[in-house]
């Protein structure tokens, strides 16, 4: 296995949890060989781990990089949205450009299957970093029309915030709580969708397990209050509303209403299916939802009080 932007905080965890099964391979690549070398520096030698540097905006380092690859998982992207709304082009390199460039390089390479992480920003996407995530899924899904001759077959994963990860407000929130300083909060209507590192590590895994190439898969996970949650990590710090950030979205949503008419539930999660299937694509078994159905944070049916955020917390 190969994983694009694998020093991050996803690319970690799945390291740490296949380094304990009997994978035969795992190579890391991407741009950054400072936290290449501290990632390598935190892990115990193992002769199976293989580490490249790399921008997936280089088709043809991609093509050596996934050279004796079989399962292939693309967590490279540019993700702050501030960023990309001040840089918009260099988003679209690497996101949007440099995804096809993966697309090329796995068909090129032989790779058995690809699956590529997607976020909850690229449903009805109101910043560029959204657009051009939807983008890269369009691109991943549509891919399965001329690369399944070749035997590579691409899906995509989509979840909302990992507890823990780099982008996440958990150390910000206990940070600013140990200085004793107010909690900013954008809104505090604000929801948002919860998942912890190892339940996205193993959404992923399995993933390979289900696809047949061409399908979005979403996690039923819970919700969660910003509010509550800074209750939980500060409760003796004043929270205060600074308002909304350009970009930003008060709730957020996985699935829109105009994808329900192709979306299936299938127990655990919920299975987006491809737009066009030319190759032959066959549906899961599983509940069609109802017209008009979104799977957004404020309308889930599942939600993390404080006490069970307390409890996920160590609070």
Same mark, same amino acid.
């Given at each position: 296995m190969l994983v694009t932007g694998g020093t991050g905080s996803f690319?970690?965890?799945?390291?740490?949890?296949?380094?304990?099964?009997?994978?035969?391979?795992?190579?890391?690549?991407?741009?950054d060989e400072l936290k290449q070398h501290d990632m390598r520096n935190s892990l115990p030698?193992?002769?199976?781990?293989?580490?490249?540097?790399g921008d997936i905006r280089d088709?043809?380092?991609?093509?050596?990089?996934?050279?004796?690859?079989?399962?292939?998982?693309?967590?490279?992207?540019?993700?702050?949205? /501030?960023?990309?709304?001040? *840089?918009?082009?260099?988003?679209?390199?690497?996101n949007v450009l440099g995804s096809q460039n993966v697309i090329e390089a796995a068909i090129k390479s032989g790779v058995?299957?690809?699956?590529?992480l997607s976020t909850d920003k690229a449903s009805s996407p109101i910043n560029l970093y959204g657009s051009t995530k939807l983008t890269a899924d369009k691109l991943f899904t549509a891919a399965n029309n001329y690369s399944k001759k070749y035997g590579t077959l691409f899906s995509v994963v989509?979840?909302? *915030?990992?507890?823990?990860?780099?982008?996440?407000?958990?150390?910000?929130?206990?940070?600013?709580?140990?200085?004793?300083?107010?909690?900013?909060?954008t809104d505090k209507r604000m929801t948002r969708f919860w998942i912890t590192i190892d339940q996205a590590v193993d959404f992923v895994t399995d993933t390979f /397990?289900?696809?047949?190439?061409?399908?979005?898969?979403?996690?039923?996970?819970p919700s969660m209050k910003i509010v509550d949650l800074a209750r939980v990590l500060a409760p003796r710090s004043n929270i205060i509303e600074i308002g909304i950030r350009p970009g930003e979205k008060l709730h957020e949503e996985m699935i829109s209403s105009d994808d329900s008419r192709r979306t299936l539930d299938i127990g655990d999660r919920f299975v987006v299916m491809p737009l066009f299937a /030319?190759?032959?694509?066959?549906?899961?078994?599983?509940?069609?939802?109802?017209?008009?159905?979104?799977?957004?944070? /404020?309308t889930n049916t599942d939600w993390l009080s404080e006490e069970k955020l307390r409890c996920m917390l160590g609070s």
């Open positions: 690319g970690r965890a799945l390291v740490q949890k296949l380094l304990k099964t009997d994978i035969s391979r795992l190579a890391i690549l991407s741009r030698m193992d002769e199976r781990l293989r580490f490249f540097i088709e043809q380092r991609l093509i050596t990089a996934f050279h004796g690859v079989d399962l292939l998982v693309h967590a490279a992207a540019l993700k702050q949205v /501030d960023t990309g709304e001040y *840089n918009p082009m260099e988003f679209v390199k690497t058995s299957r690809v699956v590529a989509r979840y909302g *915030n990992v507890m823990g990860s780099r982008g996440s407000v958990v150390p910000l929130f206990q940070e600013l709580a140990q200085k004793g300083q107010d909690i900013p909060i /397990d289900l696809m047949t190439g061409g399908e979005l898969y979403v996690p039923k996970i /030319d190759w032959g694509y066959k549906a899961p078994i599983g509940k069609v939802v109802e017209d008009g159905f979104t799977y957004r944070s /404020d």
